[in-house]
């Protein structure tokens, strides 16, 4: 490999909008076989819209938003900016109820990665320090903090099957509702799966998000092979038991859960429009996170190599 060619090829990258860490990385690039694909951002826009609150009996849908919207405007998943965004409340306003929305309402907050997100909502009738304490997340993650969710667990169960992200908000002890979600793939995105196959590559869908909603997302976009429902410290193992079937996996992410898998796959290329951990853990930045890049990388890395040898 002579330096020169690999660096034309590490600047025709960059005028693609394919930014490459160092001209050793074509080799990396040309030997992948697997390319697994993160669905949240990478696959799918990463902007989750909100398309339904379920209230439990008792409950209003009104209240489900704002409570949940009080602790998501302090996250930052897409999941939390379209709950945020989608309350009508503004900053300061207080409900029928008495609690006030507003950035600095919710407080010992914490949000637990792949699993979901909690603090403590002011009321009207709270002193400082004082509130009431809202989940929002994966019902599993709730059950584990003694809340019981079979009151709304049908409903939101049907959700899911049908396709959708959904995460159920608690407080007090009891589920009090959920929140029904749907993050559209990018037009782009069913041409690159073509594109990548074409190549040679076998396309995986990864993600924490549930069954329902990554097989829509595949069945959509052209892939079979799915892997749902797991957790960000997890992405990694997924990528390792891939590699020790033999295969040379390429990773595609944008999330600050995907870092620690780009990190370990034979090849990382991150989304350009994604986080900075995901960028700094890529060996390869697709500047316009238009999916097909990856398959445009692969193609420039093939052509470089041929041109050397
Ligand atoms: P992905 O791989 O699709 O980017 P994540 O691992 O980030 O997914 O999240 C997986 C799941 O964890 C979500 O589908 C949701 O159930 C839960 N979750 C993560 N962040 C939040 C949040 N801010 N609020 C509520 N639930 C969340
Ligand atoms: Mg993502």
Do not use: C
Request: glycine share 12%; no cysteine; charged share 20%.
């Amino acid at each position: 490999a002579t330096p020169t060619a690999l660096l034309v090829g590490t600047g025709r990258g960059a005028q693609l909008g394919i930014l490459i860490k160092g001209p050793e990385i074509l080799e990396q690039t040309r030997a992948v076989d697997t390319v697994v694909l993160d669905k949240t951002g990478t696959v799918t826009q990463g902007r989750m819209a909100l398309v339904d609150v379920l209230a439990a009996p008792g409950e209003s849908p009104d209240e489900v938003l704002r409570y949940a919207a009080a602790v998501e405007q302090l996250a930052e998943h897409p999941i939390a900016q379209a709950i945020a965004s989608a309350s009508t409340s503004r900053d300061g306003d207080t409900g029928a109820d008495g609690v006030v929305i507003g950035s600095d309402q919710a407080h010992d907050f914490q949000a637990e990665p792949g699993r979901g997100v909690v603090g403590v909502v002011r009321t009207a009738h709270s002193g400082v320090g004082l509130g009431r304490r809202v989940l929002v997340g994966r019902p599993t993650w709730l059950r584990e903090q003694g809340i019981d969710t079979s009151g709304l667990q049908d409903r939101f169960d049907a959700a899911e099957a049908d396709g959708a992200t959904a995460v159920m908000a608690a407080w007090d002890g009891s589920v009090r509702g959920a929140l029904v979600l749907r993050d559209p793939v990018k037009e782009t995105s069913r041409q690159a799966v073509d594109e990548l196959r074409a190549l040679g590559l076998r396309p995986v869908l990864l993600t924490g998000d549930n069954p329902g909603a990554a097989q829509a997302a595949a069945r959509e976009v052209g892939i079979t092979e799915v892997v749902a429902q797991v957790l960000p410290a997890d992405k990694v193992a997924v990528v390792a038991r891939l590699q020790a079937s033999g295969a040379r996996v390429a990773m595609v992410g944008d999330g600050v859960n995907d870092a620690a898998a780009l990190a370990s796959a034979d090849l990382g290329l991150a989304m350009g429009t994604g986080t900075d951990v995901a960028i700094e853990a890529a060996d390869l930045t697709l500047v316009r996170g238009d999916l097909r890049s990856a398959a445009q990388a692969i193609r420039l890395s093939r052509r470089t190599l041929a041109v050397i040898r």
